[in-house]
T-cell receptor
Framework: DTAVSQTPKYLVTQMGNDKSIKCEQN?????MYWYKQDSKKFLKIMFS???????INETVPNRFSPKSPDKAHLNLHINSLELGDSAVYFC????????????FGEGSWLTVV | DAKTTQPPSMDCAEGRAANLPCNHS???????VYWYRQIHSQGPQYIIH???NNETNEMASLIITEDRKSSTLILPHATLRDTAVYYC?????????????FGSGTRLLVRP
């Protein structure tokens, strides 16, 4: 069983399109995240949600809108895609107050052409 | 910005110990040292973490200096599958922001 699963794994789309990446965790965690890894391989946090509430929003354009329908899911919707949005997006989760270990998904490779 | 400094790359022979250093001279008293690794095309994987004492688990050992300004991750018997980028991160456990700030890491190459 995959602990943190993301779909799709690969996504190629044209500029200006709107796309979503879905994430689900079956670990019973109450905190979920989105990280972005760009072409230079730096991993940066974008958002985090705790119990469906937004905790962190790291200066991400408002074209990016996370949605957490429940504690086990955190989806990422991106409007009006730009070339610079091409990256690998990682979903992750951890358990609340201790938050010691953050488990990452396998990544969603987004290419905007 | 990452609060840690790591060498950009290292290599070691298969079967030998890999010792990956990390400097965190500005670490605060309530900040833990975490190690993650990222194997090519995969998501980051948690390895180990510690506060003051040395720690060991099935994957690795973590040695933290007494002044806590540096640490070393030890993979006791490196295998080819340990080739990855290793990230040393400091963060406050239980911090409601739960952020992991990744630096550029150390690219470890395990040679056959």
């Amino acid at each position: 069983d995959t602990a943190v699963s993301q779909t799709p794994k690969y996504l190629v789309t044209q500029m200006g399109n709107d796309k979503s990446i879905k994430c689900e965790q079956n670990l019973g965690h109450d905190t979920m995240y989105w990280y972005k890894q760009d072409s230079k391989k730096f991993l940066k946090i974008m958002f985090s949600y705790n119990n469906k509430e937004l905790i962190i929003n790291e200066t991400v354009p408002n074209r990016f809108s996370p949605k957490s329908p429940d504690k086990a899911h955190l989806n990422l919707h991106i409007n009006s895609l730009e070339l610079g949005d091409s990256a690998v997006y990682f979903c992750a989760s951890s358990q609340g107050e201790s938050g010691n270990t953050i488990y990452f998904g396998e990544g969603s490779w987004l290419t905007v052409v | 910005d990452a609060k840690t400094t790591q060498p950009p790359s290292m290599d070691c022979a298969e079967g030998r110990a890999a010792n990956l250093p990390c400097n965190h001279s500005t670490i605060s008293g309530n900040e833990y040292v975490y190690w993650y690794r990222q194997i090519h095309s995969q998501g980051p994987q948690y390895i180990i973490h510690g506060l003051k004492n040395n720690e060991t688990n099935e994957m690795a050992s973590l040695i933290i200096t007494e002044d806590r300004k540096s640490s070393t991750l030890i993979l006791p018997h490196a295998t080819l599958r340990d080739t990855a980028v290793y990230y040393c991160i400091v963060r406050v456990a239980g911090d409601s922001s739960y952020k992991l700030i990744f630096g550029s890491g150390t690219r470890l190459l395990v040679r056959p």
